[in-house]
């Protein structure tokens, strides 16, 4: 079994920041990508940034968040980390942090619970 815990949600003025985190654990052999979907209240679930785990570092992000978020990863702590700066309004939704792990001899994908950003002043 394979468990993703989120944290740094929470509430910012219109132009702040926030650090997002994502930790993997359990029966994992590997990591492929982790990445971060978003989802407002009344939209669809949206990819907004991932990163690979693999020797590269390859990054992707949705370009209504280019030059504002960056995704880091830390491996060895199996961690992604989504640093969002000059946060707007349309921002606000939650945030699910998303890993491909090779687990039990199988590729699958693992679901974080979600957490809670809201913009506004």
């Known amino acids: 079994q394979v468990q993703l815990v989120e944290s740094g949600g929470g509430s910012v003025q219109p132009g702040g920041s926030l650090r997002l985190s994502c930790t993997a654990s359990?029966?994992?052999?590997?990591?492929?990508?982790m990445g971060w979907f978003r989802q407002p209240k009344y939209g669809p679930r949206e990819l907004v940034a991932w990163?690979?785990?693999?020797?590269?570092?390859?990054?992707n992000y949705t370009d209504a968040v280019k030059g504002r978020f960056t995704i880091s990863r830390d491996n060895a702590k199996r961690t992604v980390h989504l640093q969002m700066n000059s946060l707007k309004p349309e921002d606000t939704a939650a945030y699910y942090c998303?890993?491909?792990?090779?687990?039990?001899?199988?590729?699958?994908?693992?679901w974080g619970q979600g957490t809670r950003v809201t913009v506004s002043s």
């Open positions: 998303k890993a491909a792990v090779y687990s039990a001899g199988a590729e699958r994908d693992y």
């Open positions: 359990g029966n994992i052999f590997s990591i492929n990508y």
């Open positions: 990163i690979t785990f693999g020797v590269r570092d390859n990054r």
